[in-house]
């Protein structure tokens, strides 16, 4: 096996490992967390879910 093929081999797979990823992103089992992930930083603080806790979330509280 030469540097070539190795080369092609490679190109081959990334190839591959990138149109998974792709089809993974754009599946439609995917879209209703990938919505509500990206509606996180528009919302207030009120409105975010019980489990997430955001770096800046306590900082406006005093103790």
């Known amino acids: 096996m030469d ?3 190795l ?3 490679v ?3 990334s190839f591959l490992c990138f149109l998974g990823i792709v089809f993974w992103a754009y599946s439609a089992k995917n879209r209703k967390s990938f919505e509500e992930a990206g ?3 528009l ?3 009120d409105d975010l879910p019980a489990g997430s806790s955001g770096p800046n979330r306590d900082q406006g509280k005093q103790s």
Do not use: Q
């Open 3 to 5: 540097m070539g093929t």
């Open 11 to 13: 190109t081959v797979v």
């Open 43 to 45: 919302m207030e603080d």
């Open 7 to 9: 080369r092609s081999i």
């Open 39 to 41: 509606r996180i930083p």
